[in-house]
């Protein structure tokens, strides 16, 4: 079992940064994929959206193309902690931002959000115009 907390978020004018983290409680092997979606105001857990996930063994990166150049995600392996750099943020990066997990990054679509075992609660992000 693992269980996910957030924290990082915030209000920030559009063109500034954000650092996200997230932690996870539990045992983390190399197969693990962890990652970040976003959920926009009344879309469903169903209807979350794929922003970046990270191997936790092999550092393999996948992100949307919207915030390729942008977000950055990274891991610290001793702190079961990955982190999502946010910078020259807009408007529409605005919404809960939560962080997820899967045990097995072999046998999942990274984009998909009802394949990922594990959810964080989220942590709201809101970018001024």
């Known amino acids: 079992q693992v269980q996910l907390t957030e924290s990082g978020g915030g209000l920030v004018q559009a063109g500034g940064s954000l650092r996200l983290s997230c932690v996870a409680f539990g045992r983390i092997y190399s197969s693990f994929a962890m990652g970040w979606f976003r959920q926009p105001p009344g879309k469903e857990r169903e209807e979350r959206e794929f922003?970046?996930?990270?191997?936790?063994?092999?550092?393999?990166?996948t992100y949307t193309g919207p915030v390729k150049g942008r977000f950055t995600i990274s891991r610290v392996d001793v702190k079961n902690t990955i982190y999502l750099d946010m910078s020259n943020l807009k408007p529409e990066d605005t919404p809960r931002y939560c962080c997820?997990?899967?045990?097995?990054?072999?046998?999942?679509?990274?984009?998909?959000?009802?394949?990922?075992?594990?959810w964080g609660r989220g942590t709201q992000v809101t970018v001024s115009s």
């Open positions: 922003v970046v996930a990270i191997i936790w063994g092999d550092l393999r990166t």
């Open positions: 997820a997990a899967h045990s097995d990054a072999s046998t999942m679509r990274l984009r998909v959000s009802s394949q990922w075992d594990y």
